[in-house]
Every structure is written in structure tokens, then in C-alpha cells.
């Protein structure tokens, strides 16, 4: 049980990395001229990954940083939340 509680509490501090990683991709398009709707960011976010990727990659060849720390955040926060459900049922 205490193995999935620490898989559960990372999962969650993944979480709030990906939030604010995906804010700092906001502001960073918002700051290209990019608009930038605050209010559905949430169900706009994919797109807005997308876009910061391909304009990081044509101002200097490759995705921005902040890109790949949305990316392992989220599938971090993935695989620690299900590894730490199936271990707090099983």
C-alpha cells in the first residue's frame, strides 16, 4: 500500500508539472502572436502543443524545451497512475 501511495503521489506531482508546462507553452505561443484562448486551454492544449513544437523547430531546428517536459510529464503521470491502481487493488 505504500508503494501505491508514492506511485499515486508522483503521479499527481507529474500533473501539476504538466500544468505548468503547458502554461509556459501558452505564453510562449501568446508571446509569438499566437492566440491563445485562456478560458479552453484545457481542451485546446493538444493543439497548442503542436503548434509550439513546429514553431520552436523552424526558429532552431529542433522542439522546445518545454515541449518534451509537457510530453514526459504527462506520460509519467500515466504509467504511475496505473501502475499505482493496479498495486492499492490488486
Same mark, same amino acid.
Given at each position: 500500500m505504500l508503494v501505491a501511495n508514492a506511485l499515486l503521489a508522483v503521479? =499527481? #506531482?507529474?500533473?501539476?508539472?504538466?500544468i505548468v508546462?503547458? =502554461? &509556459? $507553452?501558452?505564453?510562449?505561443?501568446?508571446k509569438r502572436g499566437v492566440k491563445v484562448n485562456w478560458m @479552453? =486551454?484545457?481542451v485546446l492544449m493538444i493543439k497548442y502543443i503542436g503548434q509550439y513544437k513546429a514553431m520552436t523547430r523552424a526558429e532552431n531546428g529542433q522542439a522546445g524545451p518545454w !515541449? !518534451?517536459? @509537457? $510530453?514526459i510529464a504527462m506520460n509519467l503521470a500515466l504509467?504511475? #497512475?496505473i &501502475?499505482? =491502481?493496479v498495486l492499492r487493488l490488486g
Open positions: 503521479a =499527481l #506531482a507529474s500533473v501539476c508539472w504538466g508546462s503547458s =502554461l &509556459v $507553452i501558452a505564453d510562449a505561443l501568446h @479552453f =486551454l484545457r !515541449y !518534451y517536459s @509537457f $510530453i504509467v504511475t #497512475a &501502475v499505482g =491502481l
